[in-house]
């Protein structure tokens, strides 16, 4: 998690920042209308929910913690991601490996020894993106399994992952997407689920205990990025040490063959003299 997530004062926190992007969509009456807007489509009921659902598969495993998870009374999972760059490359989030990792660790929590592939659930990876992910300039870029000789012809494992470009500005999208990329990205609510998204917002900053979290994460995030610096001067300072040790190693071990070349040059000489006697 990026350290500059933190750096905004808690009046100042968005939609699109970490922490009330998260506290806003754990309401799951909102966290649907955010969906359904998004998808166009019905998404049942959410009856599951959470904020930061953390998945951790192995004890020395990368683990992976979803922004919001959330599965719908139709058996379907969703992760929710708001994304930021913060000042990093695209490159440098590797986001198809991302939402590859982020769909593997959700498919491997639902079944259990014994149980068919077949009661694995559907699983939507969604990337609300405040910058074009793929520079094409689409509104959104959706991605299933196709088949490369056949392109009609779906795998129909279950699986999609969609990337929503906030900043598209070109022809006709819904109306209700077109107002929520526009809220996104300039912060103006003009239809009824934006609003909603913008009151959640607005009680959100006078939520004293909210504060209290996000201050507390701000705390904790600030000092493993003071103690991380701090281990990554330690091993620079072991580094120059080391290097210049293996300079002076260096150093002497040129001194003691310029030495041996020496001896080697007046043995020669004191050969050649002993021969011309």
Not at 100 to 106: E, T
Request: aromatic letters at 10%.
């Amino acid at each position: 998690m990026s350290e500059s997530i933190y750096k905004k004062s808690y009046e100042e926190l968005g939609f699109t920042d970490y922490f009330m992007f998260g506290k806003v969509m754990e309401d799951p009456k909102l966290c649907h209308d955010v969906l359904e807007c998004l998808l166009q489509m019905p998404v049942g009921e959410i009856v599951d929910n959470q904020r930061e659902k953390e998945f951790r598969h192995t004890r020395d495993g990368k683990y992976v913690r979803l922004d919001i998870f959330s599965r719908s009374d139709k058996g379907v999972s969703y992760d929710t991601e708001m994304e930021n760059l913060n000042g990093k490359s695209i490159e440098w989030h590797a986001y198809p490996r991302r939402c590859r990792y982020y769909q593997a660790n959700m498919d491997i929590n639902f079944l259990n020894a014994g149980e068919p592939y077949a009661d694995l659930p559907e699983s939507n990876v969604i990337f609300i993106c405040t910058f074009d992910p793929f520079g094409l300039g689409l509104s959104q870029y959706t991605f299933r399994e196709r088949c490369d000789e056949k392109n009609s012809l779906l795998l129909g494992d279950g699986t999609a992952k969609y990337f929503f470009n906030c900043t598209y500005k070109g022809g006709e999208i819904p109306e209700a997407i077109r107002m929520l990329y526009d809220y996104i990205e300039t912060g103006a609510a003009g239809d009824e689920l934006t609003k909603k998204i913008e009151t959640a917002v607005d009680m959100g900053r006078k939520n004293e205990l909210w504060r209290g979290e996000y201050l507390k994460e701000q705390q904790v995030i600030m000092e493993a990025v003071r103690a991380e610096r701090d281990n990554t001067e330690a091993e620079r300072k072991r580094a120059d040490k080391a290097e210049k040790r293996a300079e002076e190693g260096r150093r002497r071990a040129d001194e003691a063959e310029k030495r041996a070349e020496n001896a080697e040059a007046r043995i020669k000489e004191l050969e050649a003299l002993l021969a011309a006697k």
